[in-house]
């Protein structure tokens, strides 16, 4: 018989193409990588020696029968090998390498072991093969059981492949099948028609698929530094996790990359991450540099000596400034350091972590380190922990409203309430609002609580009419990240709509921030509140940017005066006339005024002659449940 050998040659010299760039190319040399590189030697082989055998069996070779079935045997040897090498490729993708998978695996080996033992008794038996005298190739009886043992191991592959689809993802998984569906076309083609040797064709599609996209180095480095990029840096730790490796983390958080790129332009803060990034691979005797996103570099060290030379090395480094081209660059940044990364046991839980740790340092900061340690993994642990059962109390609704009666100087009784969200965790008791507000807002579940909250509140309203009937309305504070996001406002109309509830009974809480980044479309939004009748109150004005212009764009019928102004009034001068002015600025522009955070006596009699409107504060009350709110407001009356 003939044989083209074109297919096999063309297959041969493309993967030695791929593999010359996949050594040269940065990677890391994680389990998934060492078993590509296994898949693509493999796939060498097997077709340089199908290549060779051919050519001695097409010849006919008398002479050289016994070395024609030596080659003959490593071939069958290295045919067995290739389905099961990528099953074990397939297999690493989504392995957790626990005890009860490694137990599997073995099973799940034994027909390679059982096969390979089969082809080298076969020397003997003659089972799958025999070389004549002559040179000639002749088939066994049982020739087609290595069509059904590769089969065996396809099968395996695709289940592996749907038993792990989720942590495989779309891509992977279809690229596995793609693989999978070439090769068996061309062992198809091949079996019908054994002169076209179309084996190797497929095998070498398959692994340049592979190589094109789920292996391909550029898809795991950051383009612009040519760091590793958090692609690569969840999966390389997942392995550390996995080998339980002890290993130490530094993160460093660019601070003011932003300043840099808005004044310097794009290029420099560019040219600036690029020095950063030599820097650190210098630094580093191993490329284990990470870019985990735009201003973000994460560096992994496997000692401590070394930790700590390299943590020191990058403190040095952004204490100075930077020199580039002709000019020097100021860039602080906040730098956390994770000893004994590995008892975290989950690289998404690292970053997370690590994401605590920036959330710890201050908005605006010179270059910081915060080092980890028992305290601020309790807070987070705590944070997380906040973090699972807020899913909870979303679903099943399991939020509080309480209910702070805000006093009026003139009338002498409490004539409104603040509404303010409240939490208890079954175990924790109560959280901080701050805490899970922020927490909401960060994974966008803020405005699933606020409209849970405000039908809560609108149901009060409805089932406590003497309440109502001593105040005039009911403030509601509105989050940023709810405000600003396309339906919620008219969400909100709706409600009330539904309830029968009159508009006029709500008073909505805007914050300063909101408010100084004023646009058209919290103006829209503003104005469709006013315009049903809504009152509007600034919140926490001079705890920030707001100013008097602020206060004229939106209609605002109230302003509440922030806490931090109260600060030494009774005792400093300056501080008692900054305020008293800030009072007297906003009476004359004809806005009722609420006092917030007033918690002593000579706090409130200064206030009132000031002409303060309103107080709220704990001098007069904390915040109440809905029973002691109604049960204080009986007594009010009744005295």
Sequence with gaps: ?????????????????????????????????????????????????????????????SRLSGLTLVLMTIFYLLQAMVPYTMFLYSWSLGTTDTAAETTVF??????????????????????FFSIDSHGNYIRGTCYLGMYLYAL????????????????????????????????????????????????????????TALYLTINNPSYYTDRLTGDF?????????????????SFHVIM????????????????????????????????????????????RFVVLTYSLNEYERVRDRIHTYFTGSIALEKEQFQLSATICGVLHAEQLKDSDMLVSYLDYLISLSPSDTDTLLIQSDDNTLKGFKYNTEIEHYLRTAIEKDLFELYYQPVFSMEKGRFVTAEALSRLRHPVLGFISPELFISIAERNGQITQIGLLQFRRLCRFMQEHPDVMAQLEYINFNLSPAELLRDGYSQKLINIIQETGLPFSRFQFEITETVATEYSDKLYQ???????????????????????????????FTTIKLDRSL??????????????????????NMGYRLIAEGVELQNEAELLRSWGVDLIQGFYFSKPLSPEALEELLYHTKKN
């Design 252 to 295: 460093i958080n660019l601070n003011h990359l932003d300043q840099i790129n808005k004044l310097f332009g794009i290029r420099s803060g560019d040219r600036i991450l690029q020095n950063i990034s030599e820097t650190l691979n210098s630094i580093l005797d191993a490329p284990y540099v990470f870019r985990a996103s735009g201003k």
């Design 1 to 61: 018989m003939t044989y083209n050998i074109s297919f096999l040659v063309s297959s041969i010299l493309f993967l030695l193409l791929i593999l010359y760039h996949f050594m040269n190319q940065k990677r890391l040399e994680d389990s998934n990588s060492r078993i590509f590189r296994l898949v693509i030697t493999l796939g060498i082989l097997d077709i340089l020696f199908d290549l060779l055998t051919t050519l001695l069996i097409s010849g006919s070779y």
């Design 229 to 245: 990029n958090l692609q690569s840096l969840l999966g390389w730790m997942q392995e550390l996790y996995r080998k339980k490796k």
């Design 525 to 555: 939004i503003v104005a469709d509140f006013k315009k049903h009748g809504i009152h509007l109150s600034l919140d926490d004005f001079g705890s920030g940017y707001a100013n008097l212009n602020t206060v004229l764009m939106l209609p």
């Design 566 to 587: 109260l600060s030494g009034i009774t005792t400093d001068e300056k501080n008692a006339c900054f305020y008293k002015n800030i009072v007297s600025i906003l009476h």
């Design 106 to 127: 073995c099973i799940l080996s034994l027909p390679a072991a059982a096969m390979a033992v089969m082809i080298l008794y076969n020397m003997q038996s003659e089972i």
């Design 152 to 207: 065996v191991y396809v099968v395996l592959t695709l289940l592996c492949g749907i038993l792990r689809y989720r942590k495989l993802g779309f891509q992977k998984f279809c690229i596995i099948c793609e693989f999978l569906t070439i090769m068996s076309g061309c062992v198809a083609v091949q079996a019908v028609r054994h002169n076209l040797l179309t084996t190797g064709l497929g095998l070498g599609l398959g692994i």
